[in-house]
């Protein structure tokens, strides 16, 4: 299936508020978060993408947190606090961080709080700051219109995976197909040997359920029932780790964690206009038990 690649809106920038969806009743954390650069991103592109030049490109974390600024690309960055267009805000400024430093950076008060590279200035991303303990905030990705395909993402509470839905638009009367692919944030490629369950509904039925999938390759392929109607449908992915399924002892990796995601389908002109692809990155942690840290792949 071919991946749909994020364009910028010809003459009109669309920001979209953050939504707060129904969640489980236990929350991951935001006291820390780390932020790297998109492999590559030292050439133009990386703004084109679904993703965007850091990763992640917009990062919540808490009040009197850490947001550790990790340079794991093969060029220099900086990591600077304000727009390429009005310059420097004077909140944080790593200076010129070369391939494998890092910058820590505790936020003092809420707000949201642009930044982007000095020296690549297409490099932009966002840090949302809030309460401590306040609930994961939700937001809309606005991406290219497509009538075909949608590609939404979420990432684990850790910023060490990122979970890659590609799908087709909900049409009623036809199965859904969904490509799932699961990443290292920090290099972009497959994470071998992923454990996870999926459930889909719409409107409330279950049109998938999957239990105890195991991808070898990291990527896998499923289809839904075939839809009552063109409206979204709703997508639970849980990750259980990362490990052969006979050694689920030595799974690694976030567990028990359930990522959200929402594919909301085409609408005609106003699509066009305003597209409404969505992707719903609330993380929950399971009661069931805690997460572990994610080693690098």
């Known amino acids: 299936m071919k991946k749909q690649t994020s364009v910028a809106f010809p003459l009109v920038a ?26 590559g991103s030292g ?29 794991t690309d093969t060029a220099a960055h900086t990591f600077t606090a304000g727009t390429a267009s009005d310059g420097p805000s004077g909140e ?20 949201e709080i642009p930044y982007f590279c000095m020296v690549h200035p297409w490099m932009q991303g966002l840090i949302i700051v809030q309460e401590a303990g306040a609930e ?43 490509d799932l692919k699961f990443r290292d944030s920090s290099s972009g490629g497959l994470i071998q040997h992923a454990n996870y369950d999926i459930v889909a509904t719409q409107n409330g039925k279950e049109i998938l359920s999957f239990m105890g999938a195991h991808e070898h390759e990291g990527n896998g392929m499923h289809s839904t029932a075939p839809l009552a109607s063109d409206d979204s449908v ?12 006979d050694d689920q002892a030595n799974w690694t990796g976030p567990t028990g964690e359930i990522i959200y995601f929402n594919v909301v389908p085409e609408f005609g002109t106003i699509a066009a206009m305003i597209l409404a692809v969505a992707i719903i990155s609330i993380i929950a942690v399971s009661a069931r038990s805690r997460l572990s840290i994610m080693p690098r792949l």
Do not use: H, Q, W
Request: aromatic share 6%; proline share 8%; glycine share 10%.
């Open 92 to 111: 944080f400024d790593t200076g010129l961080i070369m391939a494998g430093g890092l910058f820590e950076y505790s936020p003092v008060a809420v707000g």
């Open 234 to 245: 709703d997508i639970e992915v849980t990750l259980l780790g990362f490990g052969l399924p």
């Open 14 to 39: 669309i920001f979209v508020t953050a939504i707060m969806l129904g969640a489980p009743p236990i929350f991951a954390e935001n006291a820390d978060v780390t932020i790297v650069p998109t492999a």
């Open 136 to 178: 994961p905030t939700a937001k809309l990705v606005v991406s290219a219109p497509s009538t075909i395909e949608t590609t939404v993402t979420g990432m684990s509470s850790d910023g060490k995976v990122r979970v890659e839905i590609t799908s087709i638009n909900p049409t009623a009367n036809e199965s859904m197909l969904i």
């Open 43 to 71: 050439a133009p592109g990386c703004e084109e993408t679904t993703d965007g030049c850091y990763i992640p490109s917009t990062a919540t974390v808490d009040v009197g947190g850490l947001v550790i600024m990790s340079n």
